[in-house]
């Protein structure tokens, strides 16, 4: 046993207790799995339980191991993409949640045209204004959510943010509140229908994140363990 099933079940109770204490209905929270620095294997052997939407950070590495993964996942990129890399992975994933300026989106939209495609994306957002974080900062994000619906071949599906890392997930949640506000108000302004998308949570406050509206969580080392670089 390597311990996949057990830590996904706990992982699995946790996401049911939360969307419970919240009044929330389990069907609306997608788990991703992230499965960067995760063997092959190991990450098939999570595909086995169920679990079919992946996420990467980076785009090397998704695209390497991609041929070595089940058929029918769904692939997410998940970190910070450089404009010279979006060819490489724009028809490899279904998801691109991490597009933090408007120069990546229009390289985005530019790719997905050549291709015929439209590329769904979350905005991501840098939600407690952290030096080391991308995103787009909240003032921002009406502004860019607007200038990203010009683009015809690129659509807006929500926002996604990585909260500071904390000891204690309650340390979070404002900042999940400010995200889910800042999500609600979005839907509401900028008239798109696909905006659908609350990207939060990870394995050190994910429940939290659930409790204060997230619609997708992002859990690698809850399922996988500690990583080795
Ligand atoms: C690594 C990573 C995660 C998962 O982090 P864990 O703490 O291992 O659950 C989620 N989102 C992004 C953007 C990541 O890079």
């Excluded at 070595?68 to 979006?86: C, R």
Aim: aromatic share 4%.
């Amino acid at each position: 046993m390597d311990g996949i099933d057990a830590n996904l079940q706990i992982v699995k109770e946790r996401i049911a207790e939360a969307a419970d204490k919240s009044g929330r209905d389990l069907s609306d929270i997608t788990l991703i799995g992230v499965t960067k620095t995760i063997e092959p294997e190991r990450i098939n052997r999570l595909v086995s339980l169920g679990v079919t939407n992946l996420g990467e950070n980076r785009v090397q590495e998704l695209l390497s191991k991609q041929p070595l993964i089940e058929a029918g996942v769904k692939w997410h990129l998940i970190g910070n993409l450089q404009k010279n890399k979006v060819k490489y992975i724009i028809d490899k994933v279904i998801l691109i949640q991490s597009v933090e300026s408007m120069e990546l989106a229009k390289q985005i939209d530019k790719e997905a045209e050549k291709r015929r495609i439209i590329m769904d994306i979350l905005m991501e957002v840098n939600i407690a204004d952290e030096a080391t974080k991308h995103g787009v900062t909240p003032n921002n994000i009406l502004k860019t959510a607007n200038e990203l619906s010009q683009l015809n071949n690129i659509r807006l599906c929500g926002l996604m943010t990585v909260a500071p890392f904390v000891e204690k997930q309650e340390a979070n949640r404002d900042y999940f509140k400010k995200m889910f506000n800042l999500y609600v108000d979005m839907r509401e302004k900028i008239d798109n229908n696909d905006i659908t998308i609350l990207s939060m949570g990870m394995t050190g406050d994910f429940a939290v994140a659930i409790e204060e509206g997230a619609t997708m969580v992002r859990i690698g080392t809850g399922i996988f363990g500690e990583r080795n670089y």
